[in-house]
């Protein structure tokens, strides 16, 4: 493979991850960086580097994009920042993974969308549940002939988020556009959408934003354009230090799936016991798909078209909840 000069735009701490896994494919060179923060250049350095070898660091992503012969770019930043910096980098010929959510707007995703056709270049959205064999095997059956049409669907995330990230801009609205609806949210949203293949036609939604600037704990309720029933809490008030996650899939033929703390569980016939499943294939990292799709070797799993079902979900949700709980209708 010709080598690959990929860029960070953000180094802060989920961009270290992304870094740590790059430098394991051979033939990627993390090429420069980009951040406002001096400390968090640093730290990016110190974590993916070793302190040794730094690459090209800069202030801001701009000067990066004009100064760097790059193939692509990381977008690591906080939300609302996204979609020019996605927007820039495809005007540069660049493709682009960004951390979830990719934008916070069904017309941002919209415009992206439009740009990539533009341009031709690549743009994944970072949901690396969707590479994980729990997650995968989930799908799998429920699109198998014998499971039949589900007939409802239920996730529940809880976290410490409230505390957890308490002064950064995760909880600034201007910075975040939104709060774990948005966050560790856009994660389970996004496999209830992608597990189904199904995206929600009516959604309400019951949310308390707990003192602060964005919603904290949301309690949503949602039936599918396929005709299954959902619902969805998040819950961000949970004790710091804790986190449980968990998806519960039923259809019309007596069957059930429980995905729970990435654990499957499968009920595949009336009067069966619940089984635990033993699963082949290796969980896979969006870093390496993203590699492998901008290199001809895969079709991208996680691309922006998937992403505006989540979004219009998501800004339903706030909707209905700004509205008491009314139900609101996503347009086909």
């Known amino acids: 493979m010709e080598g690959l000069r990929i860029g960070f735009i953000g180094t802060g701490g989920i961009a270290r991850g992304h870094g740590k896994r790059l430098r394991m494919i051979e033939g990627v060179e993390i090429a420069a960086v980009a951040d406002p923060s001096e ?15 730094r690459p090209p660091a800069y202030g801001g992503h701009r000067e990066m994009l004009e100064k760097e012969k790059l193939d692509a770019v990381l977008v690591c930043t906080p939300h609302t920042l996204h979609y020019d910096q996605i927007i820039e980098s495809l005007d540069a010929g660049l493709h682009v993974l960004a951390e979830k959510p990719l934008v916070c707007t069904e017309e941002e995703t919209r415009k992206i969308i439009n740009k990539i056709r533009e341009t031709g270049r690549h743009v994944m959205v970072s949901f690396q549940r969707r590479f994980k064999g729990a997650y995968r095997a989930m799908k799998k059956l429920i699109h198998d002939p014998e499971f039949g049409n589900v007939n409802f669907v239920s996730a529940y995330v809880s976290q410490g988020w409230l505390t957890a ?111 635990p499943m033993e699963l082949s294939g290796e969980d896979m990292d969006p870093d390496r798909h993203f590699v492998d799709v901008i290199t001809g070797k895969a079709r991208n799993e996680s691309p922006p078209e998937d992403f505006l079902r989540n979004i219009r979900f998501t800004q339903a949700a706030w909707k209905s909840a700004d509205e008491g709980g009314r139900v609101v209708r996503i347009e086909a």
């Open 165 to 275: 990230v308490a002064g950064t801009w995760r909880q600034k609205l201007s910075l975040s556009g939104g709060g774990q609806l948005n966050d560790t949210g856009a994660h389970i949203i996004d496999m209830m959408m992608w597990m189904l293949e199904d995206e929600a036609a009516e959604v309400a939604a019951l949310i308390d934003n707990r003192g602060c600037e964005v919603d904290i704990d949301s309690a949503v309720s949602f039936r599918t354009r396929k005709g299954a029933l959902g619902t969805l809490s998040v819950v961000g008030s949970a004790p710091q230090g804790s986190m449980w996650e968990e998806i519960t899939v039923s259809g019309d033929r007596g069957k059930a799936l429980y995905l729970s703390q990435g654990k499957l569980t499968a009920a595949m016939g009336h009067g069966q016991k619940l089984e």
């Open 39 to 53: 400390e968090s250049l640093g730290a990016f350095a110190e974590a993916v580097f070793n302190g040794n070898g």
